[in-house]
């Protein structure tokens, strides 16, 4: 089993758990294509540079979850590497396509479900969190992210599943 970014629970609130993040490095891919391949064409890429295909050819553990992030042209895929990479530390990409790149510690609602990897689907539970992050007192605080802990030969009834979404404190 996959290591899994480092997060605590803050709360949780009806339709959401609250958590606080620990800064990370995550490798990064743009991917234009729709919300089901985006994922998929964005794989192969990121376990390339983990598999070895970096300067000096070091090979990274898997980390859970794979988030890929809807932009207004795009879709950016990460994968989240080892608490104990660093950014300076962080083997560089071979691939040009490939970045990396610090997110810092970050107060995040995430809802948690079971099931396909839609766009329907994952919209459906866009919506429902932003419903339930205003009528708990937080906004919006950055882009949705979809985050997927299994691999895809795991039947469908049992993956897991996450939106998330970055919050502050409404003023």
């Not at 192969?44 to 990274?60: E, F, S």
């Not at 205003?134 to 882009?143: D, I, M, P, V």
Request: aromatic fraction near 10%; hydrophobic fraction near 40%.
């Amino acid at each position: 089993m996959a290591k899994e970014q480092k997060y605590s629970v803050v709360d949780s609130f009806a339709g959401f758990e609250l958590r606080n993040y620990d800064p990370c490095v995550l490798v990064d891919i743009e991917i234009t294509s729709d919300f089901e391949k985006a994922g998929s064409a964005g794989f192969g890429p990121l376990v390339g540079y983990i598999g070895g295909q970096n300067q000096p050819g070091t090979k990274i553990a898997m980390t859970a979850p794979v988030i890929q992030e809807p932009t207004a042209t795009a879709h950016i895929v990460s994968f989240v590497m080892p608490s104990e990479i660093d950014e300076p530390g962080a083997p560089i990409p071979n691939d040009n396509r490939v970045s990396l790149r610090v997110k810092p510690q970050e107060l995040v609602a995430v809802v948690r479900f079971t099931g396909l990897w839609s766009a329907a689907s994952y919209q459906e539970r866009l919506t429902k969190l932003l419903v339930a992050i205003e009528a708990a007192g937080y906004r919006t605080a950055g882009n949705a992210r979809f985050a997927r802990f299994d691999p895809p030969w795991t039947p469908w009834f049992i993956r897991r599943n996450e939106i998330q979404i970055p919050v502050a404190l409404t003023a």
